[in-house]
T-cell receptor, first 113, second 110 residues
Framework: DTEVTQTPKHLVMGMTNKKSLKCEQH?????MYWYKQKAKKPPELMFV???????INESVPSRFSPECPNSSLLNLHLHALQPEDSALYLC????????????FGPGTRLTVT | GQQVMQIPQYQHVQEGEDFTTYCNSS?????IQWYKQRPGGHPVFLIQ?????EVKKQKRLTFQFGEAKKNSSLHITATQTTDVGTYFC??????????FGGGTRLMVKP
């Protein structure tokens, strides 16, 4: 199974809402990532978890809160977002951190109204 | 920090023509990866280059890693409509940080 799954596929939320994005992989990968991608731009790294510990936080605002409940799951909790946070949020995993190919999920298309 | 530049940003080709995208890093890389993202899709890993001067082929795709490990290229021979998408290089530096290039969007006219 070389698949990374993400739910939901689409999400529309108001600026006062709290929501969560979910990501799951069953490849035994020990590194998991959250990326944000705006239209016609490359993926922009937000967070890296390595062996279930947060290894990198790329100065992401606190309204984004990651969580790694176990080695297969990665969540991104959203609270008090701004319209400019609307984007495609991609989860990825790799065997280990960075030096290995990353497998991306299909993404969650988020719209903040 | 590390910067990875990719050119061109866009390329329109007639089906059957060749296509090349170039990637340049501001720092020496430990390896470079290439990804393809179809319109409306997500990035899909294509290949990883590790050695200086390395050349790898996948059917009509040829990937090169420069001798100084600071640049790379992807060449597609005889493009097909199925090649449409955005091609990203992603460089990994000595600190294990992966940085995506800006991508080259390929459009193929049938």
């Amino acid at each position: 199974d070389t698949e990374v799954t993400q739910t939901p596929k689409h999400l529309v939320m108001g600026m006062t809402n709290k929501k969560s994005l979910k990501c799951e992989q069953h490849m035994g990968h020990r590194a998991m990532y959250w990326y944000k991608q705006k239209a016609k731009k490359p993926p922009e790294l937000m967070f890296v978890y390595s062996y279930e510990k947060l290894s990198i936080n790329e100065s992401v605002p606190s309204r984004f809160s990651p969580e790694c409940p176990n080695s297969s799951l990665l969540n991104l909790h959203l609270h008090a977002l701004q319209p400019e946070d609307s984007a495609l949020y991609l989860c990825a995993s790799s065997q280990d951190w960075a030096s290995y190919e990353q497998y991306f999920g299909p993404g969650t298309r988020l719209t903040v109204t | 920090g590390q910067q990875v530049m990719q050119i061109p940003q866009y390329q329109h080709v007639q089906e059957g023509e060749d296509f090349t995208t170039y990637c340049n890093s501001s720092t020496t890389l430990s390896n470079i990866q290439w990804y393809k993202q179809r319109p409306g899709g997500h990035p899909v890993f294509l290949i990883q280059l590790v050695k200086s001067g390395e050349v790898k082929k996948q059917k009509r795709l040829t990937f090169q890693f420069g001798e100084a490990k600071k640049n790379s290229s992807l060449h597609i021979t005889a493009t097909q409509t199925t090649d449409v998408g955005t091609y990203f290089c992603a460089g990994v530096d000595a600190g294990n940080m992966l940085t995506f290039g800006g991508g080259t969007r390929l459009m193929v006219k049938p």
